[in-house]
């Protein structure tokens, strides 16, 4: 069993901040990156920001230099600390993981974030 779990969403004010940690559990074999999704009502899954087994990170144009992805591989969790909260990233949070052996997505059951104004 594979199972994936965020923490860490909440409401917050807009020029807040929020840590959000996803952690994993079960036999993976091994993964090529770790990341997050989100998804705000009305609109498609996109990406946030990733990480790969080498360390290379990747960001949405949206949310550079305010979010910053890392990763704790005794731990197994993927982290992602947001500053500058807007209400644009009001959104569902999703942790995803790339996995090896087999080659296949994997997906948390989300957090919630909402910012207010």
């Known amino acids: 069993q594979v199972r994936l779990v965020e923490s860490g969403g909440d409401l917050v004010q807009a020029g807040g901040s929020l840590r959000l940690s996803c952690a994993t559990s079960?036999?993976?074999?091994?993964?090529?990156?770790m990341g997050w999704y989100r998804q705000a009502p009305g609109k498609q899954r996109e990406l946030v920001a990733v990480i790969t087994s080498s360390g290379s990170t990747n960001y949405a144009d949206s949310v550079k230099g305010r979010f910053t992805i890392s990763r704790d591989n005794a731990k197994n969790t993927v982290y992602l600390q947001m500053y500058s909260l807007n209400s644009e990233d009001t959104a569902v949070y999703y942790c995803n993981v790339e996995a090896r052996w087999p080659r296949r997505s994997l997906w948390g059951q989300g957090t919630q974030v909402t910012v207010s104004s």
């Open positions: 079960g036999n993976i074999n091994g993964i090529n990156s």
